[in-house]
Structure formats: C-alpha cells, structure tokens
C-alpha cells in the first residue's frame, strides 16, 4: 500500500471516520472547510488504495467477556497460513501478526469463560501453534 498521496485532509478524513464511521460527509466538509463533493471523492479514493479497509462498529455488550490470546507458532508453518485459521474459528474478533516472543495476537470475545476457553482450544488445535498465552480483558478505554 502506497501512502504517498495521503495528505493533512485525508489523515483528518480518516481521524474522524475512526472515531466514528458514520459521520456525515456534510459534517467532515465543514471541519475540513471543503465541498461535501471534496470529502466524497478523497474517501472513495481512500477505498480504492486500500487504506479505508472497511466500515464498522465497535461494540460491548454488558456481559459479554473478551481475552486476549497469543500465540507461538512453529517455523516449518508460515504465520499468516496459521492466522487465517484462526480468524475463521467462531468467538475471534480479530488476529494480529506480531514481533516477539509470540507470532500471533487474538482477541477473543464469548458469554462466559466456557466460550472463551472453547474458543482458545480451537486455536491451541491448529497445526503448527506450539504454545498460547491468555489474559481476560477488564476494561476498554477509547
């Protein structure tokens, strides 16, 4: 990906998407102090270089437990083989490949401990992840 075309306004158009995906394009045009036709473009050309992934939401639900999870995997197994199991695997939210004593990095999320631990155990059964590490989530700051 090639981000030699991003520009203030473009790192200002994603500061505020990531704050919140549904914000206007009216809205952003004002801050920015361009056209709504300005801020269209900039973000469809966004998407199109790939740096705009997707729109989403966060969310957290009252009950609702998320962990932490890394992984070691083996050498003889590429890393990114290993990552693409493990974002199928129900009850993961997201997987980072990472620098460090582990290779992988999940995050969790399930009802009870039951789920996250059902969930850790698919991970620990793919082929080539020789060891894990696992910390329950408390509190989420934004």
Do not use: C, H
Not at 37 to 63: C, H, P
Not at 91 to 112: A, F, H, P, S
Request: charged share 25%; net charge positive.
């Amino acid at each position: 990906m090639a981000n030699t075309n991003i520009d203030q306004n473009d790192l200002k158009i994603l500061e505020i998407l990531k704050k919140n995906a549904r914000t206007p394009y009216t809205t952003i045009a004002k801050e920015l102090k361009v056209s709504e036709a300005a801020v269209r473009k900039r973000i469809e050309k966004l998407i199109r270089q790939g740096i705009i992934k997707r729109f989403t939401i966060e969310y957290e639900l009252e009950n609702e437990i998320k962990a932490i999870v890394m992984v070691q995997s083996t050498p003889q197994i590429p890393t990114p083989e290993i990552s693409k199991k493990i974002v199928k695997i129900p009850g993961v939210e997201v997987v980072y490949e990472t620098t460090g004593d582990y290779d992988i990095l999940v995050i969790v999320r399930g009802t009870n401990i039951t789920s996250i631990n059902r969930t850790i155990d698919e991970i620990r059964s793919i082929q080539g992840v020789v060891g894990t590490n696992s910390t329950i989530i408390l509190r989420t700051w934004f």
